[in-house]
């Protein structure tokens, strides 16, 4: 792992110097299946349609493709919730077998048994999972707007299906749990620490 970050910063830092661009982002989606209060990148699909439309997985990889030649190596795939793309499997399998080192974000929530699979049979060379909470209240503390409702919803998935996507990656190499302490709300924040460690823990 460590050995993978150095490499990657040795690599970057010569790209730099030569202008190449070797790492890069795409944001496959700007739609979440959760409503974080503080996140920017979370429509509905009536919101997305109302300005515009997601780029196809043609689209997607013919982007991939060009940015390859120019020297990417280093791609995360991110959202909103990436997995909510039905073709997802599509791209990842694609921008991969072009020879991208690809990192995913994800909310972990949408793991299936056909993203296991792939991931066994293609893994990933990292899956960030962002942690919010440690339990539902801990996730409704900071994400949620009050109401309630349509946060629990997310917030019952994460310890469960963060659990399982740490087994169910098996084969990259390394998981990286992302939590935001926030003063205010240290209480939660303890457990969700004391979950990310285990989280990461567990990824090895
Ligand atoms: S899970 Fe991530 S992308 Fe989705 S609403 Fe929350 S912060 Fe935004």
Not at 25 to 31: C, D, G, I, K, V
Not at 59 to 83: K, V, Y
Not at 151 to 180: I, K, N, P, T, V
Request: proline share 4%.
């Amino acid at each position: 792992m460590d050995q993978v970050y150095q490499i990657k910063q040795v690599l970057s830092a010569r790209a730099a110097l030569q202008t190449v661009p070797i790492s890069g982002a795409f944001e496959l989606t700007p739609r979440c299946n959760f409503r974080c209060k503080m996140c920017y990148i979370r429509m509905t699909p009536q919101q997305m349609t109302a300005i515009g439309r997601e780029r196809t997985a043609l689209e997607w990889l013919e982007m991939g493709r060009q940015a390859r030649d120019a020297g990417l190596l280093f791609l995360l795939l991110t959202g909103g919730e990436p997995f909510l793309r039905p073709d997802f499997e599509e791209i990842y399998t694609g921008l991969t077998k072009m020879g991208l080192s690809i990192s995913i974000n994800t909310n972990g929530s949408l793991l299936d048994d056909g993203l296991r699979a792939l991931f066994r049979r293609l893994p990933p060379a990292m899956v960030n999972v962002t942690v919010y909470g440690a339990s539902a209240a801990g996730y409704e503390t900071l994400c949620g707007d009050g109401a309630g409702s349509a946060h629990r919803r997310g917030a019952g998935h994460r310890g469960r299906d963060q659990h399982e996507l740490l087994h169910g990656a098996g084969g990259s190499d390394g998981l990286l749990c992302r939590s935001f302490p926030v003063l205010d709300h240290m209480g939660w924040t303890h457990d969700t620490l004391r979950y990310a460690q285990y989280a990461r823990s567990a990824a090895f």
